[in-house]
């Protein structure tokens, strides 16, 4: 019996999870014949409730059909909104109604748009008959629906969860959704009066599934607003994947875009569960989200992810496989992630700094555990923990300022790239000019807390194999072999990892640099960077852009508002503010086509972070679907402030089991 149970329940679990992962792409689809009888009504529901597949910013190919290019015409859909469809894999248009009832139709006959109709019409069914109330009835539903959306929002807002084991009327504690609408209960008395047990049984808008439609409804808002905010342009995409307290690999999207007024934003759009982490699983996830928002990869103009082989395989990364269907995704590995490396490498390659940050780890641990051994913290220390603390502080300082500046949203590459340099310049200075001020802060420390010194001209000593002479003095040693070997590894592994600072693309992206009133400027090596996006731009814009380039850069030059630009985020903002952007549109596109190239994947890193937060060890079976809802509306909060119930109600309505006249 147990056994019997367990199959039922996890082939339970495996359709619901079928009907939140449906695809999306109508060539990606399975017939409807091939679903279980008792789950078709329900899968094409579903498909109806979602529509056609319309991606509206997908470029679409031409073909040569007879003597003349055609390609299939975006116009359509609107003309044909209810059923016209295209897939973006095969390009292929197809009908909706046609691959949910065709085959019904050639056994039973009749019509496929009929029974569309028949299938979501309301009016002739039980439900409906219900709802066809008079106005009292009508507006009770209204005062429980609006209630329990109050209630999601408070939720989805804190991150919190909403439902418990047992939420029966006898439970003590219902857990926060529906304690959350007693106390509003409670303490407003229309809402009271028609709520919870003074509602009708079958329509107390309590239940787990209103819940998620709700949730759902906030969630596609939200990112309604950030695909209205791309408005069919060019935008960056960073992805990341990592397995969840449930041990689910999940992959996080976020794209980078300009705004309409220049301001460069990054947007979480959802989390994806993957089967597992290979390229081109993400690749298929990837290409499905996309079909169900209506955008394409023709639109991508940059790709950033970390190191991990899957992501930045330059054969069969997931890199790769977006460059071949769209050549202009450049691909940036996170700044973030480099800058991590180049600090790791020195405690990999060089013992002594290996071995403090060991020892160091290691008294935290004990002395943070006691007040008492925090006292005993001073008395352990030698003179070698004290100048690799005092050493490695500094180090580690200098490169804190770049990696908190590069997990900003707004940074830009080119600054980036400009912070990078500068840290490099300030290591050098240091390893020139730093000794001297360096062991000034050591014998000071020392000296204030009772640490015996070390004589510099005595020989040194290696810990390691004392009774072994060294023939070193310990300047020799803490000087040469310390001191500046680890700074020179520093600058070395900085020249290796940030590879793209020496690519033509960013060598020509630096004439578009507003800094010192543009004295960056190249009219050749922006040409060039106009080669870089092919389809970004005709061949007669090309031409103009010749002409443009030195309206442009005398016109900004002349105008005293743009001589203190620190960065192009800045520049594109400025440009919007003073009507720029329409004096000179080709500029600005090139401009707004340099700032999609993603800088770093710490905002999708601190989805991950959310996801921690909202999918927690007592909350771990939360399904797929609901998870990418509430993580949507707990990071994008801004967007999320700014939907109305009265939008949510809307939305909420117009799904097919919740039709009400």
């Not at 309590?206 to 309604?224: G, R």
């Not at 549109?585 to 700032?595: A, E, F, H, I, Q």
């Amino acid at each position: 019996m147990e056994k019997f149970l367990k199959r039922k329940s996890a082939s339970t679990s495996e359709t619901e999870s079928n009907l939140d992962d449906l695809p999306w792409d109508p060539a990606k689809r399975k017939k409807i014949l091939e679903y279980h009888p008792n789950q078709r009504d329900e899968v094409r529901r579903k498909y109806l409730d979602r529509g056609p597949c319309k991606p509206y910013g997908h470029n679409f190919p031409k073909k040569m059909i007879g003597k003349s290019l055609r390609r299939f015409n975006p116009a359509w859909f609107d003309q044909y909104a209810n059923w016209h469809e295209y897939s973006v894999s095969k390009d292929k248009a197809f009908c909706l109604c046609c691959y949910l009832f065709r085959d019904d139709i050639q056994k039973q006959g009749g019509n496929d748009a009929f029974k569309c109709d028949s299938l979501m019409n309301q009016n002739h069914s039980i439900e409906h008959a219900f709802y066809k109330q008079d106005d009292v009835a009508k507006n009770e539903y209204r005062i429980r629906l609006n209630a329990s959306i109050d209630a999601s929002r408070y939720l989805l807002r804190q991150g919190l969860s909403f439902r418990a084991h047992d939420e029966s009327v006898e439970s003590d504690n219902k857990r926060n959704f529906k304690q959350l609408l007693k106390y509003t209960a409670e303490q407003n008395e229309v809402v009271g009066k028609v709520a919870l047990e003074n509602a009708p049984k079958n329509n107390q808008m309590t239940s787990p599934p209103i819940q998620k439609d709700i949730v759902y409804c906030f969630a596609e808002e939200v990112v309604k607003s950030i695909i209205e905010e791309i408005d069919h342009g060019d935008f960056g995409l960073l992805v990341d994947e990592s397995a969840d307290v449930s041990h689910k690999e999940q992959m996080a999207v976020v794209f980078r875009f300009v705004d309409k007024i220049g301001t460069i934003k990054e947007r979480f759009i959802g989390v994806v569960h993957v089967r597992d982490t290979s390229s081109l699983t993400l690749k298929h996830a990837i290409d499905d989200l996309f079909a169900k928002y209506g955008l394409s990869l023709k639109n991508i103009r940059g790709q950033g992810y970390d190191g991990a082989s899957n992501m930045k395989g330059e054969f069969n990364g997931l890199r790769s496989l977006i460059l071949r269907e769209n050549s202009s995704g450049y691909y940036v590995h996170c700044f973030a992630h480099q800058l991590q490396l180049v600090i790791v490498a020195i405690a990999k390659k060089h013992f002594e700094v290996g071995d403090f940050f060991d020892k160091i780890s290691t008294m935290l641990n004990v002395v943070g555990a006691s007040n008492v051994k925090h006292m005993v913290l001073l008395i352990i220390c030698t003179h070698l923990i004290v100048f690799y603390m005092h050493f490695m502080l500094h180090i580690l300082g200098l490169t804190e300022n770049l990696s908190m500046a590069l997990q900003t949203k707004d940074q830009d590459i080119l600054n980036a790239v400009s912070l990078v340099e500068s840290t490099k310049r300030e290591l050098q200075k240091f390893r020139d000019d730093g000794w001297d001020s360096l062991m000034v802060k050591v014998h000071s420390f020392c000296k204030k807390h009772d640490v015996d010194m070390v004589m510099m001209e005595n020989e040194f000593v290696d810990f390691r194999r004392p009774r072994k002479r060294t023939n070193t003095t310990n300047l020799q040693y803490y000087k040469i072999s310390c001191f500046n070997f680890v700074l020179d590894l520093q600058l070395q592994e900085f020249n290796d990892r940030f590879t793209e600072v020496n690519t033509q693309l960013l060598i020509c992206m630096a004439s578009l640099s507003p800094t010192s009133s543009f004295k960056q400027f190249d009219k050749d090596k922006l040409m060039k960077l106009v080669d870089f996006y092919p389809d970004d731009f005709t061949s007669v814009e090309r031409f103009s852009l010749e002409q443009q380039f030195d309206i442009y850069i005398d016109n900004v030059k002349e105008d005293k508002r743009f001589s203190n630009l620190k960065s192009l985020g800045d520049f594109s903002r400025l440009m919007v503010e003073t009507q720029k952007h329409l004096a000179h549109p080709l500029v600005y596109r090139l401009l707004k086509l340099v700032l999609t190239l993603p800088v770093a994947t710490a905002t999708v890193e601190r989805c991950f972070s959310a996801m921690k937060f909202v999918k927690t060890t007592s909350r771990n079976g939360i399904r797929d679907q609901f998870l990418s809802d509430c993580l949507v509306c707990f990071i994008e909060k801004e967007l999320f402030e700014s939907v109305t119930n009265e939008t949510v109600m809307k939305r909420f309505q117009t799904m097919a089991q919740h039709r009400v006249c």
